[in-house]
């Protein structure tokens, strides 16, 4: 193969699954700190770094949630979307529809209007350079109802928002509890996505399709316990979002090694690789895919094909 992380960013891809509170690097993380005058847990930028040590998804959230914390003012929003974006742009990535958790910012007091119109400036400022999008996240440890009010606050915004997603702790909140909300949404004429079989089992994946209308799944890397799943997955080309260095991180998987996204797509399920959390993952979308070529032994074909399924999965 050519030089590796070269022929990677020479390859046209879309970043799908992707949280921008996730992409909050330590060292802006802190520079936002320090305009805000909010104190971290944390003394230096090689302190939180040795803090992202993970045993779960939930020891993962405990830590993302607290660092969304400075996050107070339109430029910080901004800041942190510009960030993302450009790291996308040198990573080759051509169209990005990125997550945001409302419900993490409008909890401690931060309007709607403040973050929708900070991502918004940032993303016209790299118009030409980068196609992005935003898909609102339910937090799924949260309840139906607080989902309700979020879509509630969201409408004087629909223009800038693609679709409505589903994160945070799979485990115990299975799609079911969001069926009524997520039916509003696609009333709206929003698009529907959701995190599924991740830590969750692929009863939850085949949930996501039926009852939550989810047109793609973000993870779904547990469906291949599911024989029957997988067929239809495959029938129907829905697309996975994977994200290798967070499997490993969450302890999904115990190496990169085991990591079964090339089994995946030789099964022919449309699965392409993503970053999720990059910044407390070790990795963006450019790093995961020459982890993966690293770990497996990845042809470029498939790096390719992998790319390929990515622009195609797109909303």
């Known amino acids: 193969m050519t030089e590796l992380p070269e022929f990677v960013r020479g390859l046209p891809k879309a970043e799908l699954h992707v949280h921008i509170e996730g992409t909050l690097e330590?060292?802006?993380?802190f520079q936002l700190a320090g305009r805000n005058e909010i104190e971290l847990p944390f003394a230096t930028v090689a302190d939180a770094r040795a803090a992202y040590q993970f045993t779960d998804l939930q020891s993962f959230l405990d830590i993302y949630y607290q660092g969304a914390?400075?996050?107070?003012?339109?430029?910080?929003f901004a800041d942190l979307m510009g960030a993302y974006l450009d790291r996308a742009i040198t990573d080759g990535v051509k169209r990005a529809e990125i997550f945001f958790d409302p419900q993490a910012h409008t909890g401690r007091g931060v309007s709607f209007d403040r973050f929708m119109t900070g991502f918004g400036a940032a993303q016209r400022d790299r118009e030409g350079k980068i196609d992005s999008a935003l898909i609102l996240c339910f937090l799924r440890h949260l309840s139906e109802d607080a989902a309700f009010e979020t879509l509630n606050q969201a409408e004087p915004y629909l223009e800038q928002i693609l679709a409505v997603g589903l994160d945070s702790t799979e485990v115990g909140h299975p799609p079911?509890?969001?069926a009524r909300v997520f039916k509003?949404?696609?009333d709206m004429g929003l698009h529907a996505v959701a995190h599924a079989g991740e830590e969750g089992p692929p009863e939850y994946i085949w949930s996501t399709l039926?009852?939550?209308g989810a047109e793609r799944?973000?993870?779904?890397?547990?469906a291949i316990e599911d024989a029957e799943l997988v067929k239809r997955l495959v029938e129907e080309q829905v697309p996975l979002t994977v994200c290798p260095h967070s499997n490993l991180k969450l302890r999904v998987v115990d190496r990169l090694e085991d990591h079964p996204i090339l089994q995946m797509l030789d099964l022919g399920l449309k699965v392409s690789i993503n970053s999720d959390d990059p910044a407390y993952f070790g990795g963006y979308v450019g790093d995961n895919f020459v982890s993966i070529a690293n770990a497996l032994s990845a042809s470029e074909e498939a790096l390719r094909a992998l790319a390929t399924n990515s622009l195609d999965s797109t909303l």
Do not use: S
């Open 26 to 29: 330590p060292e802006l993380m």
């Open 69 to 76: 914390a400075v996050l107070q003012t339109e430029m910080d």
């Open 176 to 178: 079911e509890k969001f």
């Open 184 to 186: 509003r949404a696609r």
């Open 210 to 212: 039926d009852v939550l």
């Open 217 to 222: 799944i973000d993870h779904g890397v547990r």
